[in-house]
């Protein structure tokens, strides 16, 4: 067993790089749902379908293709299940209008406005501060259980210390993640 207590503070270590690595997972699952003017394939996601009475997400029980930017195609597996997923797309409140041929559901994604961008911007930016907000509590719930490591447990203080720096290197790196990554959706919403 170490006598600087380095086994004790590995748990504290990996527990907060969890917690900033799922802020980061949360923010891009976030950013992918805010439409830029164009289809994704998570831009339907939100979509749920009655399906024989059950509520099930429309990617099971369709297909979803975007053949182009700007449109997207869904081909129901079951040619009865096209009202449900037109009527899944409406409830779903994104702003879509389906249309059905009776074979497939076309579903247009219309060009951004300049105000709706900037709108987009805020709440990209907003996204990204909630993210940096979970990095600094997990910087904060880990130097805390650092403190209380040193204090309760014999981990010696300068390892502590180097710890507490470790966390803090820790939380600069997710931060500029963060950042990086509302920069480039700003700038992905903001390119006509």
Known sequence: MSTD??????????????????AISHLKHG???IRAGKATPHTLDAVKVDSYGALVPLNQVANIAIPEARLIVITPWDKNQLKSIEKGIINANLGFNPMSD??????????????????LAKEIKNEGE????????????????????AKNKGVAEDRRDNEKQNVQDLTNKYNKEIEDLVKDKEKEIMTI
């Open 31 to 33: 950013f992918e749902r």
């Open 130 to 149: 909630n993210s940096k907000v979970t990095v600094r509590n997990a910087r904060k719930d880990a130097n805390s259980e650092l403190d209380n490591l």
């Open 5 to 22: 207590g380095q086994e004790k503070v590995k748990p504290v270590m990996e527990e907060c790089e969890q917690q900033m690595e799922k």
């Open 102 to 119: 009776g074979n497939v559901v076309r579903v247009s994604i219309a060009a951004l406005t300049e105000e709706t961008r900037l709108e």
